[in-house]
């Protein structure tokens, strides 16, 4: 019985005692509510007489004078008034008897009580509860009715005084009242909420266990509703219980969700007893709360760790199952199912030994965990529903209760179909071995303890061209370029136990030499015994060349950058030739019939130019210069310069498009993947042939993709090249893109012209395929994303004019001793004051000297001494504002890397025409570039 039912039972009983003055119904009430209380079925209260009137009173039957009684007893009179009842019953005291021979003496109408509960009545009577079953044993009579009992004793005492009845009254009235106060002293010092209410749901009392628990003192509680406490998400539930109360019923543990006085929510235990007036009506209700959150999180955490075991037992590829004592299952996990075709609801509760195929073999493993306490590897067949078996091994152990009784066994089975299989396998394992060795590419051998070998694979044939018969049972070492090298290894298998990447050499029965890897190790029989040695081979020939491709790579990377610096300077003397060229030409007159040649060097240079930038681009990855410009205007411009590359024996037919093809491309890369092309070209086609270029308009569109397999929808410009040459097969076509791939003889190509036209195109966001056949010739096309039409119309661009001149004094620092004589030369024609340096310090101390009267600094970027950009910081920190023009013959990502691309200063590259030397002069002085190029 918990401390709330105690205190709503005391609270209760010591009302219906104060409020009675009339000894029957007193004595009715009192043992009703003891019976309702502590649920026994009867009872009866003996009031005893006085021992100076009946001295027989020590006798072994006690006669009483009242006796009051609820249920099974029939009360007969002897000697008058008076009842005969045995006197270990009336005497003694709060006892809990067992003596069904005992209790038959009662005067009951039923024999089949076998508890007696005895509660004495201080000095006038005794109370006797009767039931079928020895009530619990934890209910504590003595403690809890002890001082109801002292009251009653008081009660009856003064119902019998009919000389001070009314003083009786008050009396009995003080003494109940007393009582109150010594109940609500308990009330106030118990740790659990009680309140009393009214049936409106108005809160009367409140107790210091209500303030702990719900954070309101008594003075912020009293007068408000009940509702107070009920959190705004829950229903509310305060009439419906109160209505139960109103019914005379009772509400016992009823758990729920309540509000503090701070927000915070928490559970609670209620019992809620009825309130009665003096006159037996229902006035009210007493609540007992009990906070309960803690319990409730202690019980979530179970529950969360009860789910969690579950989930472990059905993650489990086991079967797993308990059985009780009687040998039926109690739970299965889904593996279990699984393995028996059956589900839960078909397993529980049958007999575990019914789904073996020797249910004897299971129960006597069943047995045997009760004997031993667990079995360990248990060898069962589970038989499936199907019929299909499963063989397993079963470890069970015992499980317990938390007083440690037996409650059952715990079984999990481990599927040995797999190890069973294995065993059987075993029997084929040597051909199986024997089909995975010959499977393997690398050459695989073993040899045992004297170097002869004892077996081989297809692969270690075909590496030294003799047969199985031949190699078993010689010497391994013979077959190695240096055997001394290949028996040291052998012996350090022996002392070390293996070896990794051993360098070896196999010499082929025809001469041939395959360099290659080995790994080995030792190999033992069944007792751990070394009964050989057995080897890997790993063929690095591809290792081989690719650590040559890396050394040509290496190699070409220093030619690059040779070519990179003969770029340089080449960009120099094509300046001077431009330079002066154009100032020849500008000089002679239109009729002069040497205007002619010295036209036709101004193109030869600027060829030279491009082909420049194609050195600059080998040596370091050039930046794209993307403009606009007309696919067949390209072409048609180069076509001179492609029929000298391919020869006279070669004809070159150009057919371009009707109309123009604009793009946005880089000309001078678009020039050399033709130029690469047309070499390609060339050289498959050495006893003469046909070269064509064609340019077309193209438009890609999902039935193109789907047919070529490649190509974004979109409009295009394609390129057609194709010669009558030799061909290619399909292999070589495959591998015609890949960097350092070539068909040419030695010493005739690096491999690197195609990948390098591929890089170009998909730079471009292009495509391009080739198509060829041994025999027949090869053509390549390539798809340029084309311009919209909107765009491609255009005026055809007017030659600009020589921009004008002026009088500005302008300092030039150029190392190379003929560019700078053209520049000077040059910018003086026009008209401008030159300051000449060939180098960075020259530089500085030229700026020096007239630093208050130059207007444009023109600097090389790369020269002796001083670098052009620490010229360009150290002027402009003398002399802010001042107007800076940079001058490179280098490629743009060397200009990257000295900071200039990224500068706010403007840049001309080598070779420059004298008309674009003077622009991007004017324009920088005139403020018109900004930044950049």
């Given at each position: 019985m918990n401390r709330e039912k105690i205190l709503a039972i005391l609270y209760e009983m010591s009302m219906v005692i104060g409020g009675e003055i009339r000894l029957e119904p007193l004595l009715t009430k009192t043992l009703q509510r003891f019976l309702f209380h502590t649920s026994f079925p009867c009872g009866m209260i003996f009031l005893e007489t006085s021992e100076q009137r009946f001295p027989e009173y020590?006798?072994?039957?006690?006669?009483?004078?009242?006796?009051?009684?609820?249920?099974?007893?029939?009360?007969?009179?002897?000697?008058?008034?008076?009842?005969?009842?045995?006197?270990?019953?009336?005497?003694?005291?709060?006892?809990?008897?067992?003596?069904?021979?005992?209790?038959?003496?009662?005067?009951?109408?039923?024999?089949?009580?076998?508890?007696?509960?005895?509660?004495?009545?201080?000095?006038c009577g005794v109370m006797v509860l009767l039931s079928p079953e020895l009530p619990s044993s934890d209910i504590p009579f003595t403690r809890v009715f002890q001082p109801v009992l002292a009251n009653l004793a008081k009660a009856v005492l003064l119902c019998q005084s009919n000389e001070a009845y009314t003083e009786s009254i008050i009396s009995d009235r003080k003494r109940a009242e007393e009582g109150i106060r010594q109940l609500a002293s308990i009330v106030q010092s118990s740790d659990d909420a009680i309140i009393s209410k009214d049936l409106d749901g108005t809160i009367r009392s409140w107790n210091k266990g209500a303030e702990a628990i719900y954070g309101y003192t008594a003075a912020e509680a009293l007068g408000q509703h009940v509702s107070l406490l009920l959190p705004p998400e829950i229903p509310d539930d305060t009439m419906a219980i109160l209505e139960r109360i109103r019914a005379g019923g009772h509400v016992d543990h009823y758990e729920t969700l309540r509000l503090r006085k701070d927000g915070r929510r928490i559970y609670v235990s209620l019992t809620v007893s009825p309130i009665n007036s003096d006159d037996g009506s229902i006035i009210g209700a007493s609540a007992i709360a009990r906070d309960i959150t803690g319990r409730l999180k202690s019980e979530q955490e179970l529950q969360r760790a009860s789910a969690y075991n579950r989930s472990l037992i059905e993650a489990s590829l086991d079967p797993l199952v308990t059985i009780g004592p009687d040998g039926k299952i109690t739970d299965v996990n889904e593996a279990t199912e699984t393995a028996t075709g059956r589900s839960r609801t078909e397993l529980i509760g049958t007999d575990f030994s019914d789904y073996f195929t020797v249910p004897e073999n299971a129960l006597a493993g069943y047995q045997q965990v009760f004997r031993e306490g667990s079995v360990r590897d248990y060898p069962l067949e589970i038989r499936h529903k199907n019929g299909?078996?499963?063989?397993?091994?079963?470890?069970?152990?015992?499980?317990?209760?938390e007083e440690g009784s037996v409650i059952g066994v715990f079984a999990a089975a481990r599927d040995i179909t797999e190890k069973k299989t294995a065993e059987q396998e075993?029997?084929?394992?040597?051909?199986?071995?024997?089909?995975?060795?010959?499977?393997?590419?690398?050459?695989?051998?073993?040899?045992?303890?004297?170097g002869k070998i004892t077996d081989v694979n297809a692969a270690t044939e075909t590496a030294t061209g003799r047969g199985r018969a031949e190699l078993i049972g010689t010497d391994f070492s013979d077959y190695f370029t240096v055997p001394e090298n290949a028996l040291a290894g052998y012996q350090q298998v022996f002392r070390e136990g293996s070896v990794r990447d051993y360098p070896l050499e196999i010499r082929h029965k025809n001469g041939g030499v395959i360099p290659v890897l080995y790994n080995a190790s030792l190999y033992r029989d069944e007792e751990g015994s070394v009964i050989g040695v057995f080897a890997a081979a790993r063929d690095i020939t591809a290792r081989k060349k690719l650590e040559e491709q890396l050394r040509h790579s290496q190699k070409m990377e220093a030619i690059g950058r040779l070519a990179g610096g003969i770029a340089h300077d080449f960009n120099n003397i094509l300046t001077a030739i431009i330079g002066y060229g154009s100032i020849l030409?500008?000089?002679?007159?239109?009729?002069?019939?040497?205007?002619?040649?010295?036209?036709?060097?101004?193109?030869?240079?600027?060829r030279a130019a491009a082909l420049t930038q194609g050195l600059l681009a080998f040596s370091r990855k050039q930046v794209m210069t993307l403009r606009r410009i007309d696919l067949n205007t390209?072409?048609?411009?180069?076509?001179?310069?492609?029929?000298?590359?391919?020869?006279?024996?070669?004809?070159?037919?150009?057919?371009?498009?009707?109309?123009p093809l604009m793009i946005m491309a880089d000309s001078g890369q678009i020039e050399q993947v033709l130029m690469n092309l047309a070499t390609n070209a060339r050289d498959a086609m050495s006893r003469g042939g046909r070269l064509a270029i064609a340019t077309e308009p193209a438009d890609m569109d999902d039935a193109f993709r789907k047919a070529h397999g490649y190509g974004k929808p979109g409009l295009y410009a394609m390129i057609t090249v194709a010669d009558t040459g030799a061909?290619?097969?399909?292999?070589?076509s495959e591998r015609?893109?890949?960097?350092?791939?070539?068909?040419?003889?030695?010493?005739?190509?690096?491999?690197?012209?195609?990948?390098?036209?591929?890089?170009i195109v998909k730079q471009h966001g292009g495509y391009i395929n080739v198509y060829s056949e041994p025999g027949i010739g090869t053509t390549f096309r390539i798809y340029l994303p084309r311009i919209a039409a909107a765009e491609e119309t255009t005026e055809a661009a007017k030659p600009e004019p020589l921009p004008k001149g002026g009088t500005e004094l302008i300092l030039v620092a150029e190392d190379d001793d003929v560019v700078r004589r053209l520049t000077q030369s040059v910018l003086e024609e026009f008209g401008y004051r030159v300051v000449a340096a060939g180098d960075g310090e020259a530089a500085l101390a030229a700026f020096e000297e007239y630093r208050e009267a130059i207007d444009l600094c023109i600097l090389d970027v790369i020269m002796p001494k001083k670098r052009g950009r620490e010229v360009c910081q150290e002027i402009v920190r003398r002399k802010p504002g001042v107007k800076i023009l940079f001058t490179s013959g280098y490629a743009l990502s060397a200009l990257s890397e000295e900071g200039i691309l990224d500068s706010e200063y403007a840049c001309v590259m080598k070779p420059a025409s004298p008309a674009a030397?003077?622009?991007?002069?004017?324009?920088?002085?005139?403020?018109?570039?900004?930044?950049?190029?």
């Amino acid at each position: 019985m918990n401390r709330e039912k105690i205190l709503a039972i005391l609270y209760e009983m010591s009302m219906v005692i104060g409020g009675e003055i009339r000894l029957e119904p007193l004595l009715t009430k009192t043992l009703q509510r003891f019976l309702f209380h502590t649920s026994f079925p009867c009872g009866m209260i003996f009031l005893e007489t006085s021992e100076q009137r009946f001295p027989e009173y020590r006798r072994e039957r006690a006669d009483v004078r009242l006796a009051m009684a609820v249920g099974d007893f029939e009360l007969t009179r002897e000697k008058g008034s008076l009842v005969s009842i045995p006197a270990c019953v009336i005497r003694g005291g709060p006892e809990l008897i067992e003596d069904p021979a005992l209790i038959n003496e009662l005067p009951c109408r039923k024999d089949h009580y076998r508890a007696l509960l005895r509660l004495p009545i201080d000095d006038c009577g005794v109370m006797v509860l009767l039931s079928p079953e020895l009530p619990s044993s934890d209910i504590p009579f003595t403690r809890v009715f002890q001082p109801v009992l002292a009251n009653l004793a008081k009660a009856v005492l003064l119902c019998q005084s009919n000389e001070a009845y009314t003083e009786s009254i008050i009396s009995d009235r003080k003494r109940a009242e007393e009582g109150i106060r010594q109940l609500a002293s308990i009330v106030q010092s118990s740790d659990d909420a009680i309140i009393s209410k009214d049936l409106d749901g108005t809160i009367r009392s409140w107790n210091k266990g209500a303030e702990a628990i719900y954070g309101y003192t008594a003075a912020e509680a009293l007068g408000q509703h009940v509702s107070l406490l009920l959190p705004p998400e829950i229903p509310d539930d305060t009439m419906a219980i109160l209505e139960r109360i109103r019914a005379g019923g009772h509400v016992d543990h009823y758990e729920t969700l309540r509000l503090r006085k701070d927000g915070r929510r928490i559970y609670v235990s209620l019992t809620v007893s009825p309130i009665n007036s003096d006159d037996g009506s229902i006035i009210g209700a007493s609540a007992i709360a009990r906070d309960i959150t803690g319990r409730l999180k202690s019980e979530q955490e179970l529950q969360r760790a009860s789910a969690y075991n579950r989930s472990l037992i059905e993650a489990s590829l086991d079967p797993l199952v308990t059985i009780g004592p009687d040998g039926k299952i109690t739970d299965v996990n889904e593996a279990t199912e699984t393995a028996t075709g059956r589900s839960r609801t078909e397993l529980i509760g049958t007999d575990f030994s019914d789904y073996f195929t020797v249910p004897e073999n299971a129960l006597a493993g069943y047995q045997q965990v009760f004997r031993e306490g667990s079995v360990r590897d248990y060898p069962l067949e589970i038989r499936h529903k199907n019929g299909g078996v499963m063989p397993v091994l079963y470890n069970a152990s015992l499980y317990r209760d938390e007083e440690g009784s037996v409650i059952g066994v715990f079984a999990a089975a481990r599927d040995i179909t797999e190890k069973k299989t294995a065993e059987q396998e075993l029997k084929r394992a040597s051909a199986y071995n024997r089909s995975l060795i010959e499977a393997s590419l690398d050459p695989l051998v073993t040899i045992g303890p004297d170097g002869k070998i004892t077996d081989v694979n297809a692969a270690t044939e075909t590496a030294t061209g003799r047969g199985r018969a031949e190699l078993i049972g010689t010497d391994f070492s013979d077959y190695f370029t240096v055997p001394e090298n290949a028996l040291a290894g052998y012996q350090q298998v022996f002392r070390e136990g293996s070896v990794r990447d051993y360098p070896l050499e196999i010499r082929h029965k025809n001469g041939g030499v395959i360099p290659v890897l080995y790994n080995a190790s030792l190999y033992r029989d069944e007792e751990g015994s070394v009964i050989g040695v057995f080897a890997a081979a790993r063929d690095i020939t591809a290792r081989k060349k690719l650590e040559e491709q890396l050394r040509h790579s290496q190699k070409m990377e220093a030619i690059g950058r040779l070519a990179g610096g003969i770029a340089h300077d080449f960009n120099n003397i094509l300046t001077a030739i431009i330079g002066y060229g154009s100032i020849l030409l500008r000089k002679m007159d239109e009729a002069d019939h040497l205007r002619q040649n010295v036209e036709l060097v101004l193109e030869s240079a600027n060829r030279a130019a491009a082909l420049t930038q194609g050195l600059l681009a080998f040596s370091r990855k050039q930046v794209m210069t993307l403009r606009r410009i007309d696919l067949n205007t390209t072409i048609t411009g180069l076509e001179r310069f492609l029929r000298r590359i391919i020869g006279e024996d070669v004809e070159l037919a150009v057919s371009c498009a009707s109309r123009p093809l604009m793009i946005m491309a880089d000309s001078g890369q678009i020039e050399q993947v033709l130029m690469n092309l047309a070499t390609n070209a060339r050289d498959a086609m050495s006893r003469g042939g046909r070269l064509a270029i064609a340019t077309e308009p193209a438009d890609m569109d999902d039935a193109f993709r789907k047919a070529h397999g490649y190509g974004k929808p979109g409009l295009y410009a394609m390129i057609t090249v194709a010669d009558t040459g030799a061909g290619m097969t399909a292999d070589v076509s495959e591998r015609i893109f890949e960097p350092f791939f070539t068909t040419k003889e030695t010493g005739k190509g690096t491999g690197l012209g195609m990948s390098i036209v591929y890089g170009i195109v998909k730079q471009h966001g292009g495509y391009i395929n080739v198509y060829s056949e041994p025999g027949i010739g090869t053509t390549f096309r390539i798809y340029l994303p084309r311009i919209a039409a909107a765009e491609e119309t255009t005026e055809a661009a007017k030659p600009e004019p020589l921009p004008k001149g002026g009088t500005e004094l302008i300092l030039v620092a150029e190392d190379d001793d003929v560019v700078r004589r053209l520049t000077q030369s040059v910018l003086e024609e026009f008209g401008y004051r030159v300051v000449a340096a060939g180098d960075g310090e020259a530089a500085l101390a030229a700026f020096e000297e007239y630093r208050e009267a130059i207007d444009l600094c023109i600097l090389d970027v790369i020269m002796p001494k001083k670098r052009g950009r620490e010229v360009c910081q150290e002027i402009v920190r003398r002399k802010p504002g001042v107007k800076i023009l940079f001058t490179s013959g280098y490629a743009l990502s060397a200009l990257s890397e000295e900071g200039i691309l990224d500068s706010e200063y403007a840049c001309v590259m080598k070779p420059a025409s004298p008309a674009a030397l003077l622009k991007k002069v004017r324009d920088t002085l005139d403020g018109r570039h900004a930044a950049k190029r």
